[in-house]
Every structure is written in C-alpha cells, then in structure tokens.
C-alpha cells in the first residue's frame, strides 16, 4: 500500500503527517507553542492519554471531504488527524478557556505546597498553572487527603498530590514483568497504592519517578536534599548491564544529588534507566561525564548558569600571571566559617532524607 | 548661547555697589544668620539615649519568623536564595522526624540557614520571595564587627525568639510595622 499522508493545518501551519497520527503528535511535529500540553499522554507509553484534558483543542475544519467542524474540544492526544483537517489550538480562545478551567480543575485536589514539593521547578502541573494564570486557588474546602503509603526504600508516594494520570501505572505495565501498584478505589477516593503494603523493587520501577507529571511520585534518596535549580545537570552515561546507562546527573560542585533518565522537550524520557544507575551510583567517579545538558533558557533550572558556560571549563586564572606570581590574599574562605554547603561532608552520601541527627552543627 | 538649563550662569562681574563695598552691614547679616541658629531647634539626636523612629520601609537585619505556636515558619523552599542578586543566602534542607512538630511547621524545614551580610544588599528581594512569610526585614542594623567571619549570620543568630517563651523579645525583635 503506498503511504499517503495526510494534510493537516494547525494553528496556520500546515504540515504532512501519516494517517493515524494523533493531533497532538502532529503538532509536535510542528513544535514549539503549538504543540499542546499534555499532563497524562506520554509518547513512550502505549495506552496513555485521554484522562487530563489538557490538551483540548478545537477542530475548525473536520476533513476535506467532510468540512464541518467538530462541535466540540477535542482531546489532542487521542484524536487522529484528517486529510485536510484544520486544527486551532493556541489561536482559539475557546481553547485558551477550556484549558485555564481544566488546569483550575485539575488544582481542585491538588496542594498547592510547592515550597515544599522537590517537584516544584520542573513541575509540569506548575508551569501550566502559572501559564494559565491560575497559579491561585479559588477552593475553599477541605482537600482530599489519604492514608499515607510507604513504597519502600526509594520512591516517595505524595497521594494528595496525585492528578491520577495512570502514566506510573502503564510504566510499570510496560517495562516490568508484573506490575504491583495501582489505582485503588474510585471517583474521589481513587489513589495510587500497592494492594497491602509492599515496597517497590523491580529493577525499573524508578521510571514512575520520572513519568509523574507532578510531585506524586519522588526521589526518596534526594527527598529535600536540594532544590533542582540549585543543582547542574550534566549528561553522563555508565557501562550498565542491565539498561542503557545515558542519565542526567543533578550535580552541585562535585555532589552527585540526583541521577534521572534524561528527558526531551516534552519532559519525556529519552530512554529507561534501571534503579541501580538511578539510585546506587552517586559519584562522581561512577560517571563519565558528556557535559552539560541543554536546558531551556527560560526554565527556572538555567537560573545560576552563568552565560553559555555550565561549568564543564574552568577559567585560567590570570590573577597569578599580572601579579609575578603571587598569589591573591584571601581575607575570609567561606568554607571555614560556613557551615552550609560543607566540602567534606556530603548531604548526597545518605540514603535517606536528611533529618535533625545529620546536622550536628560544629558551632554548637 | 542658550543655556540648557537655568542652573549655569553667568558669574556677575559688575562693580560693588557702595553698600557692598561699606562690608559691615554684610557682617551683620551674616552673623544675624548665625546666631539664629542658637534659639531654633536642634535636630541633633542624642543617639544611645534617644532613637530616630525608622522609616516604614526601613530593610534592616533580617529575621527569621515563627507562627504564633513558636514554630519556625522556614521551610527551604530556596526562594529568597533564588530571588538574592547578591547570593548571599544559602541553606539545607531536613525532613522533620515524628515529635518535631512543635519546632518546624512543615515537613521539611531549614536545618541550616546561612546569610552572607557581606554580600547582602538589603534590597529585601528575599522578603518579597518568601511564600511563607518566613523572612522580614527587620528594623535594626546590621552590627559592626572587628573580623569578616563575624558577618556569616546562621541559624541562631537570625530565628525570631519565641512567642511563648519569651513574648517581649519577640515582639521586640518583630517590630511595629508587621
């Protein structure tokens, strides 16, 4: 059968597409602000999609056989593409709209106690809220709560911050033999939870990590040590017999904070990386180091690097060379009164979140 | 030519006049200025004794708040660090451990608290940032110190006393304007 694509203009911009492209693939295609957010479809994940609606956009033309437009938003992410179909997401208002009341929607439940969430700089439900403008709630009732679950040694469960995209639930369908989380229960009650306590511990589960959207499913071993834009993130890769071994490494100086897969324009993983790269090796000397990793300059994670540089070359320091030799008097190190950021002990070398008994201040 | 402001001008060279040049009536004048002076009031303050009232938006030392409960408010959430121009602040972060509650309103709090008054500004950027209403600009100065190590100000030295214990210096160290 010979290929025949399909025309398909979003927002103005028309592009060829094999038939059975989704909208939103198409337009990521495209890229850019055209291309829609999506909170639960996840391009790796078969089966994702069509929960959030925030990918809503509207249809102005169905095809060119068939014109008319479609009476209502369509869900990006699972709608297939028409020859000739006119798409309009960012360029409707009624889109726009829609999609300010799904992010509202999708807050209803959700805490809003970023300070505290280790999401919250690379939160995908935070950037769509303060796009949105609704970075505020307008919810004057008690939020949902839950009992709280324990997943084991690793994985961090924030149920109430949970927006139950089931993408930590299709991971673990897909990449592990057998899948032992889940959602529980229904409607307002639903929460992501083993059937009786059980930890976690495929050899790839840590991926739930990186799917979640939000702040549900987090780090235990770099729960509260760093906040993410304080750290540099760096392309390293490992001899791994189990996975690939290509990993972001979340470094301060030369702390290994955070090791995750590494993640592409859309916030999804490039490729799966197994719990031993993610949570066992965390230094240095584990690593070959690529050098930085690119990260939009508009995130908050590119705050503090400084001009193009991300630290992967030292500058030559020319105040020896102008001085015959002499080396500058330091008046103050920082490191000798500072009991922050400590050369040799290191935040990053305990297994769990650091608690009062790590911080055994010198002064005192 | 045209001046472009009315501040420059030209310096007046013309011959004094006789009541000029007579120079005692000048004296006079002058001396009337200053010793009237003597019966105006003074604007010296006798500082140790007595303080001039701060400005409304005066940024002095910062604090670091408690709630009403006497539990710190910080929870290292790296705004104020983020929001600093100078990068003065630095922190780390704990998890707070079951019968901590009564120290640390949230779950997880700042364990250290470093701010460089070195390098700080006092544009109150930090203030401004917090979520949590956790710093304030206070109204007193920083204090002078003999050594650069002096100025490194941790968590003991910026934590609001507490309001339970000691309510007198708490609202002493708070201030009138919060």
Not at chain 1, 18 to 33: E, F, S, V, W, Y
Not at chain 2, 88 to 96: D, G, L, S, V
Request: glycine share 6%; aromatic share 8%.
């Amino acid at each position: 059968m010979s290929e025949q694509l399909f025309k398909v203009t979003i927002d103005n911009i028309t592009i060829e597409v094999p038939p059975g492209t989704t909208i939103l693939n198409a337009a990521r295609k495209i890229g850019g602000d055209v291309a829609p957010p999506a909170m639960c479809y996840y391009s790796k994940l078969e089966g994702s999609g069509g929960k959030c609606r925030t990918c809503l956009v509207e249809v102005s033309k169905g095809s060119e056989k068939d014109p008319r437009p479609m009476p209502k938003l369509v869900a990006s992410c699972r709608t297939t593409v028409m020859d000739g179909m006119e798409v309009k997401n960012i360029t409707s208002e009624r889109v726009v709209d829609a999609r300010a009341g799904v992010v509202e929607f999708l807050l209803l439940n959700h805490p809003l106690d970023c300070p505290i969430c280790d999401q919250a700089g690379e939160c995908h439900l935070q950037d769509l809220s303060y796009e949105h403008g609704k970075e505020a709630t307008r919810y004057e009732f008690q939020r949902r709560t839950f009992q709280k679950h324990d997943l084991g040694p690793y994985i961090q469960l924030h149920m109430t911050r949970c927006i139950l995209c089931y993408r930590c639930v299709f991971t673990a369908d897909q990449l592990t033999k057998k899948r032992e989380h889940g959602v529980l229960d229904r409607g307002d009650h639903s929460e992501i939870a083993t059937l009786i306590e059980k930890s976690l511990d495929n050899d790839f589960i840590g991926n739930i990590i990186d799917v979640c959207p939000v702040g549900a499913l987090t780090d235990k071993t770099f729960r509260f040590k760093n906040r993410v834009w304080f750290l540099k993130p760096m392309d390293a890769h490992r001899d791994c017999p189990t996975c690939s071994g290509k990993v972001t490494l979340w470094n301060r100086g030369d702390e290994v904070y955070r090791v995750t897969a590494r993640k592409d324009e859309w916030g999804e993983v490039e490729e799966w990386i197994c719990n031993t790269c993610r949570f066992e090796k965390k230094k240095t000397s584990d690593w070959v180091i690529e050098g930085p990793r690119l990260i939009n300059r508009h995130s908050v994670i590119s705050q503090g690097h400084y001009a193009g540089s991300v630290g992967t070359v030292i500058p030559t320091e020319t105040f020896k060379a102008v001085n015959d030799g002499r080396q500058p008097r330091l008046l103050m190190d920082i490191h000798d009164i500072s009991e922050v950021n400590q050369t040799g002990t290191s935040l990053s070398a305990i297994e769990r979140p650091a608690h009062s008994t790590d911080f055994n201040s010198k002064k005192a | 030519m045209q001046a472009l402001t009315k501040r420059a001008q030209a310096v007046d060279r013309k011959p004094m006049t006789l009541m000029e040049r007579l120079y005692l009536p000048a004296i006079v004048k002058g001396m009337a200025i200053t010793f009237g002076h003597i019966f105006k009031k003074k604007p010296t303050v006798r500082y140790p004794e007595e303080k001039r009232p701060f400005s409304p938006v005066f940024r002095g030392l910062h604090v670091l708040n408690r709630d009403e409960e006497g539990r710190e408010r910080c929870t290292a959430c790296g705004l104020c660090a983020v929001a600093c121009p100078a990068e003065a602040i630095t922190m780390e972060a704990a998890e707070r451990l079951p019968g901590e509650e009564n120290l640390y309103r949230e779950e997880k709090y700042a364990a250290r608290y470093e701010i460089n008054m070195l390098r700080c500004i006092f544009c109150g950027l930090c203030e401004e940032a917090c979520p949590k209403d956790a710093i304030y600009l206070s109204e007193t100065f920083a204090p002078a110190n003999y050594a650069r190590k002096g100025f490194i100000y941790g968590k003991d030295d910026l934590l609001i006393p507490d309001p339970k214990t000691e309510p007198e210096a708490y609202a002493k160290a708070k201030g009138e304007r919060n």
